[in-house]
């Protein structure tokens, strides 16, 4: 399995939306005003993701939206649920990697509650995560990328503790009904 290391929010999108998420450089991002574009003093998409609030967030880009999934810097990984259903886990801690891919093969989609959900689409297939400071076009140097099927997806979150020597944030994608 994957891991993702990452400084920053991760970004979720669908491929056809990479050449639009202009990341800290803003190559092919947003166009306006502000500073927050460390090289160019404009404003950035990187600049937006790190303002998302809650863990899940969506922004607008390219005629589309990408979701932002924020909080610490975790190591990350993707994981596909026996239902189908596939799991983004950010590893607060864990006691190794064995017992933290036994406790993911344990997730069951009832767990998760749909109080904040959030809805994305995939008209690709293909779900792009990667760290936000990248431009989307050059996600390919640290990205997991999932095969999904070609729909709408709630997104939901928990904070899973399973017992005390592991801990995670976990991101369920569930197809939306």
């Known amino acids: 399995m994957k891991w993702l290391q ?3 929010p991760l970004i979720l ?5 990479l050449p639009f998420w202009g990341g800290v450089s803003n190559v092919g991002g947003i166009a306006g005003e502000g500073d ?5 003093g404009l404003p950035s998409d990187y600049g937006r993701a790190c303002q998302a609030s809650g863990w899940i967030d969506m922004l607008p880009v390219g005629g589309g939206q990408v979701a932002v999934l924020w909080g610490e810097p975790l190591s990350t990984t993707v994981h596909r649920l ?8 950010r590893c ?6 064995t017992a933290l891919f036994a406790r993911l093969r344990e997730v069951r989609e009832d767990i ?4 904040e959900e959030k809805t994305i689409t995939f008209p690709s297939g293909y779900a792009h995560l990667f760290e936000g400071g990248l431009p989307g076009l050059l996600s ?10 070609e729909r709408k997806y709630n997104i939901l979150t928990i904070e899973y503790n399973p ?5 995670m944030v976990l991101h369920l994608l569930k197809e939306k009904k």
Do not use: M, T
């Not at 927050?36 to 160019?40: E, F, L, M």
């Not at 017992?163 to 801990?167: L, P, T, Y």
């Open 6 to 8: 990452y400084q920053g």
């Open 13 to 17: 999108c669908d491929e056809a939306l």
């Open 36 to 40: 927050d574009n460390w090289i160019a």
């Open 82 to 89: 026996s239902s189908g259903a596939w799991v983004i886990a």
């Open 92 to 97: 607060y801690y864990a006691s190794g990697d």
């Open 112 to 115: 998760f509650s749909e109080d």
């Open 140 to 149: 390919r140097r640290n990205e997991i990328v999932i095969p999904i099927k």
């Open 163 to 167: 017992d005390k020597e592991i801990s």
